[in-house]
Each structure stands twice: as C-alpha cells, then as structure tokens.
C-alpha cells in the first residue's frame, strides 16, 4: 500500500485549510456589494456583538480619534448598516493593544465595553495563516527591501508609529518572523510563535491567547493579501479546536 510522504501530508494539510477558509472567507468576492450590510468586520477592542455594537454606536468617533496609532477607521456609505461607525483594516494597520486601551476609554455610548481594560480580555478574532503557499518562512525566503517597502511607506504621525516602522525595518535580510516578532499581546509566545513542521519548515504558529487584534496581517511583508489574515469575530476554540 502507497504511504503518503511528509511534503505531500503537509501540503494537503495547509491546502486544505487554507482552501475551507478561502471558500468561508473570500470566496464572496464577487458578490461583496449585495454582503456588504452582512459583512463580517474587525471591530476595535472591546466592541459589543455586531448588532449590539450596531445599535449601541453613536458614530462619535472619539475611539478614532485617540487612537495613537491611526488603526481605526470610519466606514462609509457602501458598509450598509455599519457606515459611520469604526473598524480595522487589519493589512494597513493593525490594534497595538495600547496599555488602558484609551479607544475603550473614549466611548462613551458602551459599543465599546468599558468592562474590558487589557489586552488579555480583548476578543477582536484570531489570527490564520490563509495562505501558506506564500509564507516566506515556510518557503524559505529572506525578508528583502522590496518586499519591506510597501510597509515603510505607511504613514508615521508620532514616536509610537515611527518605532513601529524601525522594527519592521530591522528585519531586512533576515528569516521572516514579522508576524510572530511583531505581534503586540503581552505574552507574545502565547499568541503566536514561530515553529517547524514536519519538514523541518519553520512557519507562524497561532496559539490560544490571540486576540485577533490584526497586527500580523498588516506587517506580513508578502505583496499584495498577507499569508496570515486575522478572521473577525472568530475564536481559536472555533478556528483551531
Ligand atoms: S487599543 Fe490602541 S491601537 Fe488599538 S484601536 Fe484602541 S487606541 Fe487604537
Ligand atoms: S510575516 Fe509570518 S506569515 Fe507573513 S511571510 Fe513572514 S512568517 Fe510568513
Ligand atoms: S497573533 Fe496576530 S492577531 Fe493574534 S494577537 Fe498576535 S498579532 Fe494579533
């Protein structure tokens, strides 16, 4: 009888994943204009449960406001039900899981649950490796300068922003761990961690305490859509269990 090699085991393995979320996730592309109202997006720390945070928002935009680091962003007329209220495009800018969370803080309506008042009780989503076709750590591949410069073109308003991009910049020439190294939750090792698989191949492994807070998926320097994506509202008992 045929035995099936470690290579092959491991390509059904991301392929298949990647493949059941790639079908949950993207595969509505081209019926995004009529989801827009039932999409699922990456609400800022603390947010209620969709239609709670849906009707308890006054579109203030006080959280947008003081956030340090320009994550949140006010939806528009084409997000349905949701316009005018904050969000996070996790590929431009991930949450930094600032310390008092002042996003939280600055609501004044609840949308944002006041209850929460540190990154361990923050619960955005959880981080996937989507695409691990395109990993550079799984293919090997060093960080180039081409690669990083999409990223060194974000905008840096202040201090926090400006190291931000020093870190990001610190990894040219290296093996690719921006998503794991850069990762912002307090015990990082807990929420992601580079590790081998059975070949011997080093990737970005997502652990339990992931808060989906998106930072990976804005610092993955592969073109275009990021190998790991962070999935919105999604647990890791859900995603990984
Ligand atoms: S925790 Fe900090 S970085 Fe994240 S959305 Fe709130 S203010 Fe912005
Ligand atoms: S940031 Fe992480 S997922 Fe992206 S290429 Fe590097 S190791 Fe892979
Ligand atoms: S693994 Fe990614 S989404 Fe999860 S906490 Fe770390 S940077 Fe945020």
Same mark, same amino acid.
């Given at each position: 009888m045929k035995t099936i090699s470690n290579s092959r085991r491991n390509a059904l393995k991301w392929s298949a994943s990647a493949l059941f979320f790639g079908a949950l996730f993207g595969g509505g592309v081209y019926l995004a204009p009529r989801l827009h109202a039932r999409e699922i997006l990456l609400r800022p720390p603390g947010a209620l449960d969709e239609s709670g945070f849906l009707a308890t928002c006054i579109k203030c935009g006080q959280c947008v406001q003081v956030c340090p680091y320009h994550t949140l962003t006010i939806l528009d007329i084409t997000h349905g039900s949701s316009v005018g209220t904050p969000h996070v495009e996790a590929r431009v800018r991930g949450c930094y899981l600032c310390d008092l969370l002042p996003c939280v803080l600055a609501c004044p309506s609840g949308a944002l649950e #006041?209850?929460? /008042? !540190?990154? /361990? !009780?923050? #619960?955005? *989503?959880?981080a996937f490796l989507k695409r691990p076709d395109r990993c550079l750590a799984l293919r090997g591949v060093v960080v180039t300068k081409e690669a990083l410069a999409p990223l060194l073109a974000h905008s840096h308003k202040n201090e926090r922003e400006r190291i931000v991009l020093e870190k990001i910049a610190s990894f040219e020439g290296k093996a690719c761990t921006l998503c794991a190294d850069m990762c $912002?939750?307090?015990?990082? !090792?807990?929420?992601? *961690?580079? /590790?081998? !698989?059975?070949? *011997?191949?080093w990737y970005p492994q997502v652990r339990s305490a992931c808060v989906g807070c998106g &930072?990976?998926?804005? &610092?993955? $320097?592969v073109a275009e859509e990021a190998a790991i994506v962070v999935l919105p509202r999604e647990s890791y008992a859900k995603v990984y269990g």
């Open positions: #006041h209850a929460i /008042t !540190d990154a /361990t !009780d923050v #619960h955005m *989503g959880v $912002p939750y307090p015990e990082q !090792d807990k929420a992601i *961690g580079m /590790t081998r !698989d059975e070949e *011997g191949r &930072v990976c998926e804005e &610092v993955c $320097p």
